[in-house]
């Protein structure tokens, strides 16, 4: 299981050992350790700079574009078929190459009306840098420019690398959890509790962890998280003890439009995919989330497929 230091930073101050130290604390008290990794470049150098020439108009479809992305002879040129709106000859973008994993799927071949498209054109929200899903592609130019960076220099180089301010390195720490530990250190509030016991030092967790030994204060926090993108609180009371089943709360989501669902904010999108989860959009990441994070298990159910069954 994956685990990033950053993460659990959250929980616990670490600040005291290394990568090393806590390699040896974490095998020799709690699991072993399989690698600690420094990761550097978040898409293993398959996110690079490029920029597009030869800008034409999809002739099936009125909204896509068809243009060559030219990566300065580092790479071969590729053909990508894209819909943004801000598509232009000599725009500086970010291109994920073919092989490419990204938090919500991995980049292959693919036919647009026709036309076979090799990679693709990432906005700021592909990359995990903005919550709300990108109106176009993140234009580079300007933010070169102002790093006095050559575009003819930085062309085919992994964008982690030219631009680290974006993609701070992370640490991931690969810890094997057997099965007997899983419901006590698969999570990163678990693993923080674990290490302060091994270090034997119950100050070094934050206030947040601290307050999350306390089932009232994690109820509290996790209504507030969901009200907060509802207009509805309805509860409903279940008193049949024989479903196993207490209460649960029915919320409404209210998209800002009918096909837009939840986004986890970006952040915790970060902190899945550098942790080998997937995302699968809307609430289902939400509740994932909790679990990795604090090993609360949920589920999320469709409020009109509630509804139809119950009726």
Not at 130 to 153: A, C, P, R, V, Y
Not at 165 to 189: C, M, R, S
Not at 195 to 222: C, F, G, M, W
Request: with cysteine; glycine share 6%; aromatic share 8%.
């Amino acid at each position: 299981m994956l685990f990033v230091r950053s993460w659990l930073r959250e929980y616990i101050d670490l600040s005291a050992y290394t990568n090393t130290q806590l390699e040896s604390i974490i095998t020799q008290k709690i699991a072993e350790v399989d690698e600690i990794e420094v990761k550097s470049d978040w898409f293993n150098s398959r996110v690079v700079i490029g920029q597009i020439t030869k800008l034409a108009k999809h002739p099936e479809a009125d909204k896509l574009n068809i243009f060559e992305v030219d990566f300065g002879g580092i790479l071969p040129n590729v053909t990508i078929v894209s819909a943004a709106a801000n598509s232009r000859d000599g725009l500086v973008i970010p291109v994920a190459l073919n092989g490419c994993l990204l938090p919500f799927m991995t980049i292959a071949p693919r036919k647009l009306r026709g036309i076979e498209s090799n990679g693709m054109g990432c906005g700021m929200s592909e990359l995990m840098l903005e919550t709300e899903s990108s109106s176009g592609l993140w234009e580079l130019n300007d933010i070169l420019q102002s790093k006095n960076l050559k575009i003819d220099n930085v062309l085919g180089q992994s964008i982690c690398q030219i631009l680290p301010e974006y993609f701070e390195p992370q640490t991931i720490i690969d810890i094997k959890v057997l099965p007997d530990k899983y419901g006590q250190i698969a999570n990163h509030l678990g693993m923080a509790l674990e290490l302060s016991i091994a270090l034997e030092d119950y100050n070094l967790l934050t206030e947040r962890a601290k307050n999350l030994l306390n089932i009232d204060y994690v109820n509290s926090e996790y209504a507030k998280l969901i009200e907060a993108m509802t207009k509805s609180t309805t509860r409903i009371e279940i008193t049949d003890q024989s479903n196993y089943v207490n209460s649960f709360d029915l919320y409404q989501l209210t998209p800002k439009t009918p096909d837009q669902g939840y986004n986890l904010p970006h952040i915790y999108q970060q902190r899945m995919f550098l942790s080998g989860r997937n995302l699968i959009g809307n609430m289902g990441d939400l509740s994932n989330y909790l679990l990795v994070d604090i090993g609360q298990p949920s589920h999320m159910f469709d409020h009109q497929k509630l509804v139809e069954t119950t009726n």
